[in-house]
Nanobody, 115 residues
Framework: QVQLVESGGGLVQPGGSLKLSCAAS????????MSWLRQAPGKSLELVST????????HYRESVRGRFTISRDNAKNTLTLQMNGLKTEDTAVYYC????????RGQGTQVTVSS
């Protein structure tokens, strides 16, 4: 079955960087557009970024554009999110998911941006 395992979260000061990774298994990773989602305390799950199957097309929510970079390695079945210039409002649990099915997301990784 679909398994997505996120890692790389942690505590970072404002302006810092983190790189999130997602290991995918149980499906043909290269044939699925993939997304990073996040959920802050008391807020709804929201889309952060999406990448096409081959990686040539990407989309970012306005608040992270220019600071976050999504990428994928289809040979290694991995999805990454490089996050630079982190802000306190980026604090959330981050998930990777198949773009067409957010319920496929894994257990998430906590990102806390605080001084």
């Amino acid at each position: 079955q679909v398994q997505l395992v996120e890692s790389g979260g942690g505590l970072v000061q404002p302006g810092g960087s983190l790189k999130l990774s997602c290991a995918a298994s149980g499906f043909t990773f290269s044939t699925y557009a993939m997304s990073w989602l996040r959920q802050a305390p008391g807020k709804s799950l929201e889309l952060v970024s999406t990448i096409s199957t081959g990686g040539s097309n990407t989309h970012y929510r306005e608040s992270v554009r220019g600071r976050f970079t999504i990428s994928r390695d289809n040979a290694k079945n991995t999805l990454t999110l490089q996050m630079n210039g982190l802000k306190t409002e980026d604090t959330a649990v981050y998930y990777c998911a198949q773009s067409s099915d957010w319920s496929s997301r894994g257990q998430g990784t906590q990102v806390t941006v605080s001084s």
